[in-house]
Structures are given as structure tokens and as C-alpha cells.
């Protein structure tokens, strides 16, 4: 199987890795997954980030689900957008983006349980459990993480995934761990952090977390 995406990954942290059944606000999991997607275009070299703006840097798409779409949007557009900007676009769409790929890659089922809610059972637990595993290891490791799993374990707690490393750190062990691992990271990924931050502050600002 393929490695999984930072999408791939934000997805299962977003769901228990059980049962499918959702931990985060759609809000929530939309803003995790738009910083995801970004992320996922910038290691692929498709995207840059300058003074927080994102450009696209190549012709083609890098051929992985969801941050496919997020290309085409991109080289789409004629003007430049800020990661805030990007991240708050998108933040409504991905999630369904996302559930659709990973259903149709086999990696999950889609099952509902109310009016257009679901839950998504994985079909292999060492697949779901993964990318926990992965964040985890990014900050429990003796060595510095890869900037990977460091973004992976920033986007998760940015947008609310907040009992990642529960119960071994309490929550100023994990903001000191943030704040060193966010200095340390290549700048343009920093700074689509920093964007996933300012958006998911501003919607618990204006109290729209559904």
C-alpha cells in the first residue's frame, strides 16, 4: 500500500480509529484537512509558500487524491492567495473530498448514522492506527521528527485533536513541544501552520464549530 497522505493521516485522527465514529466538528476536521492538503502539495513540490502566500510551482498535479482537487484550484486562480485565505475556502469541502477518496481507495467504509452524518469504519486497524502512532512518535522520539510527522502532530493539535499524547503530557508540555517543533520547521511549512492556527482561532471567535 501506498504511504499515507498528510490527508490520508489528518482523516483517521479525525475519526476514532475504531469505530469511524467523528472526534472532531466537520469545522474542525475541514480546517485539519485544508492545512493537510497544502502541506501535502508543498513535500510534494507542487506549491510554495513567500510571505504567506501560496503560489504554485509546477504544470501537473501530484497525483494523490484530494490534494489533486486542491491543486487544480490553485493554478486555477489568476490572483494570489494568503494560507489563511486557502485554508478557510476550503475548509467546507474537503471533508466529503476526503471521505470519497479513502472510501474509494478500500481504506474505509461509509456508514450512516443520522440525516447526512456518518461514521467511518476503517478496513485495517494497522492502517487507521497509524497515523496516531506516527504523531506520537514525532514527539515521544529521542531524535528531532521528520518535518512529516511534525506537521502531522502540529496540524492535530491546531485544529483540536487534543488528547493525542494523553495521558504522558499534560497541556504545557504540549505547547512548549509546539512552539520548538513550529521555530524548527522549513518556513513555508511554519507558515501553513500558522494559517491552520488563524483560521481555527477565528472560527472559535465567531462560534461557528459545527
Partial sequence: MRRLTLVDSFFFLGHDEFTGRPVLSRTSL??????AALCDLLFTDRITVEDRKVRAIAARPPGIPTADHVFSEIVSETGTYSVREWVNHLRAE??????DNLVALGLVRRTPVLVRRFRYPPADLLVSTAARSKARAAVFGIDRPDPHAACLALLAWTAGV???????????????????????????????????AAVAA????????K
Fill in 162 to 196: 487534543d488528547d493525542l499524547c494523553e495521558p504522558e503530557l499534560d497541556r504545557a508540555r504540549v505547547r512548549a513541544w509546539m512552539e520548538d517543533t513550529h521555530h524548527a520547521l522549513p518556513r513555508r511549512i511554519a507558515d501553513v501552520v500558522a494559517g491552520v
Fill in 30 to 35: 475541514g480546517i485539519g484537512l485544508a492545512g
Fill in 94 to 99: 474537503l471533508p466529503s473530498i476526503a471521505a
Fill in 202 to 209: 477565528a472560527v472559535v471567535y465567531t462560534g461557528d464549530r
